[in-house]
Structure formats: structure tokens, C-alpha cells
């Protein structure tokens, strides 16, 4: 056996086992973006549920004699904002994420109020429809809570992933960005204050 075929052999397999290692952590790494991806797509989709579900209720309530204005016209232009911010899960920066939560709280504040204002309107608040959207509302904010915790879990362990040695080498090769995670509100970490005076 010639002396220069055994050092082209053991260059011939190094190569072969790093290009192996390098088609498996980068499928590894597609697959995990690809699971993030698909739940942020669940986490969208509980948004636009509430979307339509307060779209129906703000018609709901419309119905209703001498209801406050104001507090409806809120309700909409807070639903209309947060409908026209929409992220590309390609370039999910902590910026955009942050305007998306910003827009979608504004809507939650919104409803809040007006879930409050009801209040004054016993005949609304008696409304079989009212009644039965304001618990598939209920329901669907914790829909969007548990999508929300799936997509930080997913791409949490993604983000891990890509920042690990030596995997970090085939991530910035192939152009593996890190994901943005949800955050709790500004201010979320004070109790809230409650005032159970309603005159």
C-alpha cells in the first residue's frame, strides 16, 4: 500500500464524519425552528380567535340602549391595532415581539374596562349571547396563555441550542438566529390594586 493513500484515507473519513455531524446538527437545528414555528402559528391563531370573539361581542354590545361610546370606540381601535401587528417568525426580534405584546395588551386593557362598564347594564349582563361569548373569552385567554408558554419552551430550548459549542459553529454558518420570548407586562411583577368601590 502506498504511503500517500493512508493520510488521504484518514482525511477522506474526518471529512465524512464531519459532514455527518454537520447534516445532523443542522436537520437538529431545522426541526427545532421548525416545532417553534408551528406553535407560533398556534399561539397567532388563539389571537385571532379573540379577535373574532370580540368582534362579536363589541356587536353585542352595540345592541344595547345608550351603552357608552367612548369606551366601545376603545375596544375597536385597540382591536384594530393589535389585528394590524403581525410578526414573521423569520424576524422575531425582542423590538417586534414587544409591539406585538404592547398592541395585544392595549386590546386586554380595552376589554377590561368594558367588561367593567357592563357592569352598569344589568340587561346586558343578563344577554344569553353576551353571557357566552364573555366565557369563550374567558377560555381563550388561557388558550393563549398555554400557547404562549409552549412557544417560550420551544424556542427556549432552541435558543439554548444554538448558543451550545460546537453547535454554535453550524448555527452561525447557516444563519440560525436566536428566537424572541414572551415577557411578562412592564409592571406585572407589582400586585395589581383593587378597589371594590363601584359608585
Known sequence: MKKWLIPLIVIGILLFFLGSWYVGTNNTLVDMKGQ???QWANVESSYQR???????????VQ???DFERGTLKDVIEARAKAT?????????????LAQ???AQSGLSSALSRLLVTVERYPDLKANQNFLELQSQLEGTENR???ERNRFNNLAGEYNIKIEKIPTNIIANIAGFDALALFKSDSGAENAPEVDFNFD
Do not use: Y
Open 63 to 65: 345592541g344595547a340602549a
Open 84 to 96: 394590524s401587528t403581525t410578526i414573521d417568525i423569520n424576524n422575531l426580534t425582542p423590538d417586534k
Open 36 to 38: 417553534a414555528t408551528k
Open 144 to 146: 393563549i396563555n398555554v
Open 50 to 60: 379573540r379577535s373574532d370573539l370580540i368582534g362579536n361581542l363589541v356587536k353585542t
Open 100 to 102: 406585538f405584546q404592547e
